[in-house]
């Protein structure tokens, strides 16, 4: 059985920290191409940041150089450090594994981060 949890997520003010984490089973974790994903309110949800199985990473223009994802094999999770945080930063963030295409996606439950200002 595929899951994926986040964890990690809360308030915090601008300029903050934060560090998500998600923890995958049922997948073959070490050659997965990791995502993580936001969504804000009244928004669509977007890719963010990607770490493949070998640890090439790439990154949205919103969040680069201030998120860096990583991973760790024998522990089955993908991290999300979140520095400089700011208030459109919050949204309720998501890890998830790419699929071929034509592939539903398999979403963890989120995790809500909120940045005040």
């Known amino acids: 059985q595929v899951q994926l949890v986040e964890n990690g997520g809360g308030l915090v003010q601008a300029g903050g920290s934060l560090r998500l984490s998600c923890a995958a089973s049922?997948?073959?974790?070490?050659?997965?191409?990791m995502d993580w994903y936001r969504q804000a309110p009244g928004k669509q949800r977007d890719l963010i940041a990607r770490?493949?199985?070998?640890?090439?990473?790439s990154y949205a223009d919103s969040v680069k150089g201030r998120f860096t994802i990583s991973r760790d094999n024998a522990k089955n999770t993908v991290y999300l450090q979140m520095n400089s945080m700011r208030p459109d930063d919050t949204a309720v963030y998501y890890c998830t594994f790419l699929v071929p295409p034509g592939q539903a996606s398999t979403w963890g439950q989120g995790t809500q981060v909120t940045v005040s200002s």
């Open positions: 049922g997948i073959p974790f070490n050659i997965s191409t």
């Open positions: 770490i493949r199985g070998r640890g090439p990473t």
